[in-house]
């Protein structure tokens, strides 16, 4: 904070904010006067003008100014006070819940009032209730503001008048003092206001532009203008945060021919030429002295396990340690198995390391990385508790990112800083992200793409089945069975309700049982102890078992070549990239594979359009435009793969076409107005990102 930044002051500073009042900002994150002016309305009320008692209609939020004719507390039902307005055309009932005896005679007969609220039904015509009022000396008094009210968003404790009260302060005391800083330009090509005309017309709308209801929501310049400064500033901090972790050490990996070859010809298959490619990517960057920091997308099955594990490769040739990350246990452990058998031929230890590893072993396993006998560590972000500690952290490998926030991704670069030096990050992701958004989110990263599988892989065939059809369907698992071949069995439930979702794919599993007593049959879900799904895992593996029935704990990374059917229950109930990502189960041998999504009838418009989406396409990129295009960025990103990406006014399904200038307008900041940057982050991300560590 630089104190002698007028807008930097604290908001302690105006009058009438006291210790408590600022600590309750605070959990605005408002701290300074900067943040006041920055803190802006989610809505408008219009009491610029008066509106006739006789012409208000339920549902709209009305100023009204009138007599009181009668005042009376009821007790009948809920105790309350009711005061009755007439102003000539009409009358409306007032109905307070709370009151003081004092309202009762401040409320008296030939009183004249005005009144704020929402207008609604009541038992004797229209009725506001606990309106906001205030009692008039005369008839004449005027009432109207001239500009709509600004309401902004509060928290406990917290009222809207003195907040009102502390932003008008601040906008009086300080506005003047903010400086624009898009270039005026920018301004004329898009016709935006400057800065402070822009602020001031949100604070402090006039009602002839614009009502109430609509300002938000159209395209207002001054709404758009502070949406794209702060969609820029938002992009310009990962730019920063990518710039200064170039600015970082990091130990060059090179490695000789003998040792290449020889881990090509330890794995089973010959590597796509995708996957060279981006090979050859993560070896460019690793042979330089500033940190990799690369994204590698690539649907799924495309195969970036092995890649990564080349990139480990790398970073042991040169004696250094590797840290691969997964979202879940199930998944890690399958890493665990495919690097353990990549490096069989080399003398690394790999081990294996999640929260469920506890007591003398854990000890034994976080001393093996301590005094690095432990090459190579696989495990899920138990790997970054703090008691972890490495000798020469060298790699750290993030599986399936979407499930990890930017923040998280740069406290995780912390973890690996010794001596000086920076380990080098490698982030891999099925979901593809559209280009605009990936800005957003990912432009502290290079991108590589895998965009072809594995040789000889089928597309998926997938069918759209009412329930109705179920008999059949489970007919089929039981002929597919009798060919040798595996099948899952999926039951979907809304994400939050994870004990709902093991408890109807334990029913299935019972009805599955009952209807098919000739197939084995197995149940694997997210409530299940670690070591008991791995059980069951390696079982289906093994071909021990027929049919696995599961919860969408198998989304990620599973692999079993034999198992060729998927039945999805309900998909309509989950996102398409989900359910692509899910369906990637299947496919990934050489035969034929299905997918079969049985959804509960009568199927909406839509999601009958978005079914047949997944049906006639297997590509992971275009599903994702698609589901883009249905669904809104905002959706689609949600808050699971923003992290703790937050706007203030910008809205990304509201504002996606703002997003196509961003990085030209940033990239001419970045290189000819440096002074920009920071201030810029800071008025909009406010000071609790802490870049200078990265
Ligand atoms: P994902 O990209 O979804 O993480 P995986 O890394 O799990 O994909 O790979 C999917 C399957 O494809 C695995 O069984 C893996 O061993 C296999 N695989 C990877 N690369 C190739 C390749 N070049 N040729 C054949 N099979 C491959
Ligand atoms: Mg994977």
Redesign the pocket.
Known sequence: MDRNDPLDQSVASLGGIGKQTANKLEKLGIRTCQDLIFHLPHRYEDRTRIQAIGAIKPGMTALIKGKVELTDTLLRGRKSLICRIGDGTGFINLRFFHFSAAQLTQLSPGTYISCFAEVRHGYAGLEMIHPDYKILSNPEQSITEDTLTPVYPLTEGLSQSLLRKAIKQALNLHLKNLTDWLPESLLQRFNYPTLIQAINFLHAPSSEQMTAETLLQNDNPARKRLAFEELLSHHLSLRVVREQAREQLAPPFSIDETTRRHFLKSLP????GA?QRVIAEIEADCSRQQPMLRLVQ?D???????VSAYAALLALAAGYQVAVMAPTELLAEQHFR?FTAWFDRFQTQIIFLTGQIKGNTRKTTLETLEDGSAGIVIGTHALFQESVTFKKLGLIVIDEQHRFGVHQRMALRDKGRNAGIRPHQLV?T?TPIPRTLAMLQYSDLDISI?DEL??GRKPIVTSVIPSERREEVIARIGHWVAQKRQAYWVCTLIEESEALQCEAAEKTAELLTQVLPDIRIALVHGRMKAADKDAVMQDFKNHQIDLLVATTVIEV?V?V?NAGLMIIENPERLGLSQLHQLR?RVG?GKDDSYCLLLYQSPLSDTARHRLGILRDSNDGFVIAEKDLELRGPGEVMGTRQTGQMQFKIADLDRDTDLLDNIPTIAESLLHHSTDAVQPLIKRWLGETVNYAEV
């Not at 298959?269 to 796509?272: A, D």
């Not at 799924?300 to 092995?306: D, I, N, R, W, Y």
């Open positions: 298959f010959q590597l796509t996957q690539g799924v099955g495309s195969g970036k396990t092995v495919n891999m099925a895998i594995p040789p990374g692999d070549p990637g990934r």
